[in-house]
C-alpha cells in the first residue's frame, strides 16, 4: 500500500509543536479532497493512520485505510507537481485541497522551518516527490482567481452544499476534468440544490475561467437534471453550450447584447 510521507525541514529542537499539528491538519485536508474526487465526489473519506515518526528535520508517514483508492497519494504528489509549474487546477484538487495547500504557505513562514516535503513511497520503495515551494503557493492562489466570464453551463454530480455564514455554494464534480467546480446559488435554488444533491445536474449562469482557462466559479441561475446517459458535457465544453440560454448567440453576442453594446 502507498504511503505519503510528510517531512517539516528546519532546524533541530526549533520547529513548534503548533506547527507540526498545522502541517499535518492541511496535508490531511489535501489528501481527503483528493481521496473524495477520486470516489467520484463520494463524501465518505477514508482513514489515515501514523505510521514511521522520525527526529531531526520532523517526519512521519500517513498509511491509508484499505477503502482509499490506491492513487490517492500519487495524485496528492501529482497535483503539488501541476502547480508548482503553472496556476492550473490539478486533476483530483479541489477548492478545499488548494486552500490548504495556500496553508501550508503561512507554515513555511513559521519559526525554524525551511521547507516542507511531501511523498508518495510505493510497497517497492518507489517514491515520487514535491516540495511546497513559494511558487506552489502562489499559483495555487492564482488557481481560482478568475480572469473571464462568460454565460454558459457547467455539467457534474452536484455535492457538498455550504450554508455556513451566509453563503450558499454547492461543488460540481466533474469526472472529465476529474476536479470540482465551485457554485454558488441564489436562495430560491435551495430546495432544489437539496432535491439534486448527488445527482447529475447542469447548471447554467455566469461561468468564470482562471488564467489558463479552466473553470475557476460559477453564479448559478438555474439547474436541470441530467436523466439520460451521455448527454453530461464535460468541464471543457462549457462556456456557450447553452442556445436556449444565450437565444441562439454566442457567448461574446450574449455579452456584448446583454451591456447593450
Wanted: glycine share 10%; aromatic share 4%; hydrophobic share 40%.
Amino acid at each position: 500500500m502507498t504511503e505519503v510521507r510528510l517531512q517539516i525541514q528546519g532546524q533541530h529542537g526549533a520547529i513548534a509543536a503548533d506547527t507540526l499539528i498545522s502541517v499535518l491538519q492541511h496535508t490531511l485536508g489535501v489528501l481527503r479532497e483528493v481521496d473524495r474526487t477520486s470516489r467520484g465526489g463520494e463524501a465518505r473519506p477514508g482513514q489515515w493512520r501514523v505510521g514511521k515518526v522520525w527526529n531531526g528535520s520532523i517526519g512521519l508517514t500517513l498509511v491509508p485505510s484499505v477503502d482509499i483508492p490506491a492513487e490517492v497519494p500519487e495524485r496528492l504528489v501529482a497535483g503539488l507537481t501541476v502547480l508548482e509549474k503553472r496556476p492550473e487546477l490539478p486533476p483530483w484538487f479541489s477548492e478545499s485541497a488548494i486552500v490548504n495547500v495556500q496553508k501550508m504557505g503561512k507554515v513555511l513562514r513559521h519559526p525554524g522551518v525551511s521547507g516542507i516535503d511531501l511523498s508518495a513511497v510505493a510497497p517497492d520503495g518507489e517514491e515520487y516527490a514535491a516540495r511546497v515551494t513559494p511558487e506552489i503557493i502562489e499559483h495555487a492562489a492564482e488557481a481560482f482567481q478568475g480572469t473571464d466570464e462568460a454565460s454558459g453551463s457547467v455539467a457534474g454530480v452536484l455535492d457538498v452544499v455550504n450554508l455556513r455564514r451566509g453563503q450558499r455554494t454547492v461543488s460540481l464534480y466533474d469526472a472529465d476534468e476529474r476536479h470540482a467546480v465551485r457554485c454558488t446559488f441564489p436562495v430560491d435554488l435551495l430546495e432544489m440544490v437539496r432535491e439534486y444533491l448527488g445527482s447529475r445536474v447542469r447548471a447554467t449562469g455566469t461561468v468564470t475561467r482562471n488564467r489558463v482557462g479552466q473553470v475557476a466559479s460559477v453564479k448559478v441561475e438555474s439547474l436541470d437534471r441530467i436523466e439520460e446517459e451521455g448527454l453530461v458535457p464535460s468541464v471543457a465544453e462549457l462556456t456557450g453550450i447553452a442556445p436556449w440560454y444565450t437565444g441562439e448567440r454566442t457567448a461574446v453576442e450574449h455579452q456584448q447584447w446583454t451591456r447593450g453594446a
